[in-house]
């Protein structure tokens, strides 16, 4: 843009902040989503307005290729909802969005509408040659001190003594250590809501939102999220932005002024959610029991979004797609999945792919049952016709076999243990995508995976091994790869959520540079980031057939392989050396000879029994 042109565009935006300055009456609390964008794929856009007295006004606009096509009256006179639509061939710019009564200016808003920095198919989302890193940002690093209290917040008390409380850890305490993560071998962050959450208590975990288009203070600014993605970017590391459609924090501003009666579900008429998140799939369920999943309060402070109201559910469709466009995003995590009405999801996650093809969302369906959860799967062809856009669903059916596997002693009639996740995979028949699931050990909901395997070093490591190894994409929750662990604590979200050592000046402990970790924790610390290193380097595990073998006494075998490389997994639960004979899997490794085990380059011949060492996963390239 030359001197001169830029010199008017900051010429104009100056007189459409005058004129409102001059002329307005009402003052605008809210215009959502604030600013938007030329080039989208969808030319339409609903802009929402809040301000006393604004729905007894009528809004104009006057900017080549952008039209209103029509005005919504809320239930409240405090909210307009503008239909605008948005020419494919509108120039970026600022134009005047004024509100006017009986001809008067009323009040004017400066609406940006900003060119597009990436094309909409270059924005790309997580894949199975990804491992996402999953962070509490309260509880990871404090990059700066000086957000920790922000005046006139609800909750401004720091003590990292309270498990419940707020500790400070930021956006800037993620920027600092992105080195740490990428070094490590990630390739994607998953922070949870960074979003504000005004509430008087836990507001740290920050899955109570009180504004859909703000970053919480105590956190950081937008410019500090915007400076994250790009620099996470910059160093081959993608952003996930934890969702959250399904319920607000009960300080959301608009609870004081609803917009429509039915803007959220009615506490009295639904009471809280029954958590039957079967009656989505089932074909006998009452609809008393589904309008209690879907409409009932998922806790006294979050007040339940009625999506069914359309104004509601085009505005968080906006918003989702407001923050890919914002940020670049690299994926979207979508809390509580099943939990809104599955038409909006539907349409929800439809829009999001539709605008951008190559993005990934996963849902957050926490069941047990493989049915379920295959269910919400982009391509699954299910009974009742129910078609949806969501590329991964996370695979808690496989976090539950995976415990089972390591923990069960093993039986003759091949019932427990280490059958457990063979059998698993077995049900891979009823997904769409089996690909594309999220694996895991554990995440900020449930124990640490270590505290799950009773402290056992040998097993957790067995555990994360797996995951890295097997079919799907692999997330790991900050702190796995030390040991952190909640034993004592079950069930203790705050304790889950403990602070990493090493993010807080004047640790003792700093896992990001080894200093004070015990050597156990630095062993495995060094082999993860060997073994996730390696992982990058190796498309065999990302896009490989998976074949595997019945379990023998607590050895687990399996294999991933492509035309040009095969990796075999040999799983050991037992207490001692077993020596593993090769010619039971003749049908993939005939005519081949050597093998070089990954994290110790033990090489060995596979006409002679393979040591495998007592309650390990060995990784071997066959040569």
Same mark, same amino acid.
């Given at each position: 843009m030359s001197k001169s042109n830029l010199i008017a565009r900051f010429f104009l935006l100056g007189i459409v902040l005058c004129q409102a300055n001059l002329y307005a009456q009402i003052t605008l609390n809210h215009v959502e989503p604030g600013n938007w964008w030329v080039g989208m794929r969808n030319p339409a856009l609903q802009i929402l307005v809040h301000g006393a007295g604004i729905g007894a006004t009528t809004p104009q606009v006057q900017y080549p290729g952008v039209k209103i096509v029509k005005v919504h009256r809320a239930d409240s006179k405090n909210y307009l909802f503008i239909d605008l639509l948005i020419?494919?061939?509108?120039?970026?710019?600022?134009?005047?969005?004024?509100?006017?009564?009986?001809?008067?200016?009323?009040?004017?808003?400066?609406?940006?509408?900003?060119?597009?920095?990436?094309?909409?198919?270059?924005?790309?989302?997580?894949?199975?040659?990804?491992?996402?890193?999953?962070?509490?940002?309260?509880?990871?690093?404090?990059?700066?001190?000086?957000?920790?209290?922000?005046?006139?917040?609800?909750?401004?008390?720091?003590?990292?003594?309270?498990?419940?409380?707020?500790?400070?850890?930021?956006?800037?305490?993620?920027?600092?250590?992105?080195?740490?993560?990428?070094?490590?071998?990630?390739?994607?962050?998953?922070?949870?809501?960074?979003?504000?959450?005004?509430?008087?208590?836990?507001?740290?975990?920050?899955?109570?939102?009180?504004?859909?288009?703000?970053?919480?203070?105590?956190?950081?600014?937008?410019?500090?999220?915007?400076?994250?993605?790009?620099?996470?970017?910059?160093?081959?590391?993608?952003?996930?932005? $934890?969702?959250?459609?399904?319920?607000? #924090?009960?300080?959301?501003?608009? =609870?004081? *002024? %609803?917009?429509?009666? /039915?803007?959220?579900?009615?506490?009295?008429?639904?009471?809280?959610?029954?958590?039957?998140?079967?009656?989505?799939?089932?074909?006998?369920?009452?609809?008393? $029991?589904?309008?209690?999943?879907?409409? #009932?309060?998922?806790?006294?402070? =979050?007040? *339940? %979004?009625?999506?069914? /109201?359309?104004?509601?559910?085009?505005?968080?469709?906006?918003?989702?797609?407001?923050?890919?466009?914002?940020?670049?995003?690299?994926?979207?995590?979508?809390?509580?999945?099943?939990?809104?009405?599955?038409?909006?999801?539907?349409?929800?996650?439809?829009?999001?792919?539709?605008?951008?093809?190559?993005?990934?969302?996963?849902?957050?369906?926490?069941?047990?049952n493989p049915l379920i959860a295959s269910y919400w799967q982009q391509g699954k062809k299910n009974s009742d016709g129910y078609t949806g856009c969501l590329k991964s669903t996370m695979d808690f059916p496989l976090q539950s076999s995976l415990v089972k596997a390591l923990k069960e002693p093993e039986d003759p009639n091949f019932s427990k243990g280490m059958s457990n996740l063979y059998e698993a995979l077995a049900n891979d028949i009823v997904y769409a995508n089996p690909n594309a699931l999220l694996v895991f050990g554990d995440n900020h909901d449930m124990d640490r995976i270590f505290t799950q395997l009773d402290q056992d070093y040998g097993l957790a490591r067995m555990a994360l091994t797996y995951l890295l190894t097997i079919r799907g994409i692999p997330q790991v929750y900050y702190g796995a790869e030390i040991y952190m662990d909640n034993t004592g604590y079950p069930g203790n979200h705050g304790v889950i959520r403990s602070d990493f050592p090493g993010g807080w000046k004047g640790d003792a402990v700093n896992a990001f540079t080894g200093k004070g970790l015990l050597q156990v924790q630095q062993q495995y610390q060094d082999y993860l980031k060997k073994l996730l290193n390696w992982r990058k380097n190796n498309p065999v595990i990302s896009n490989g057939a998976t074949l595997h073998f019945a379990p023998v006494k607590g050895v687990y075998v399996y294999f991933r392989h492509n035309a040009t490389k095969t990796v075999m997994v040999v799983m050991n639960k037992n207490e001692d050396v077993v020596n593993v004979e090769t010619k039971a899997f003749a049908e993939i490794l005939h005519g081949k000879t050597t093998a070089t085990e990954i994290a110790t380059r033990i090489s060995v011949r596979l006409k002679d029994p393979i040591p495998i060492f007592p309650k390990s996963a060995m990784v071997f390239e066959i040569d």
């Open positions: 020419d494919k061939n509108v120039k970026p710019g600022t134009f005047s969005l004024e509100f006017k009564k009986d001809g008067k200016m009323q009040a004017s808003y400066p609406y940006t509408l900003a060119a597009r920095a990436i094309p909409a198919d270059q924005i790309r989302g997580f894949d199975a040659s990804d491992v996402v890193y999953m962070i509490t940002p309260d509880r990871f690093a404090n990059g700066n001190p000086d957000n920790d209290v922000v005046p006139g917040m609800r909750e401004t008390n720091v003590d990292r003594k309270a498990p419940g409380g707020r500790h400070g850890g930021d956006i800037q305490g993620m920027i600092d250590h992105l080195d740490y993560i990428a070094d490590m071998g990630f390739t994607a962050i998953w922070p949870n809501p960074l979003l504000e959450n005004d509430m008087e208590a836990y507001s740290y975990h920050g899955y109570s939102i009180t504004n859909h288009y703000k970053v919480d203070p105590r956190f950081g600014t937008l410019d500090d999220y915007k400076a994250l993605a790009t620099k996470a970017r910059a160093k081959g590391l993608k952003l996930i932005f $934890d969702g959250v459609i399904n319920h607000i #924090g009960l300080n959301y501003w608009w =609870m004081q *002024d %609803l917009p429509f009666k /039915n803007w959220v579900n009615s506490l009295d008429t639904f009471g809280y959610t029954n958590h039957r998140r079967t009656v989505n799939e089932d074909p006998y369920a009452s609809q008393a $029991d589904k309008n209690s999943m879907t409409k #009932g309060w998922f806790a006294p402070t =979050m007040p *339940d %979004l009625n999506a069914q /109201n359309p104004f509601l559910a085009t505005y968080l469709i906006q918003n989702s797609i407001w923050w890919i466009e914002t940020l670049h995003l690299g994926g979207i995590r979508q809390d509580t999945y099943c939990y809104s009405d599955k038409t909006f999801l539907q349409n929800w996650s439809c829009s999001v792919m539709q605008e951008y093809p190559n993005f990934s969302i996963v849902g957050e369906e926490w069941t047990l």
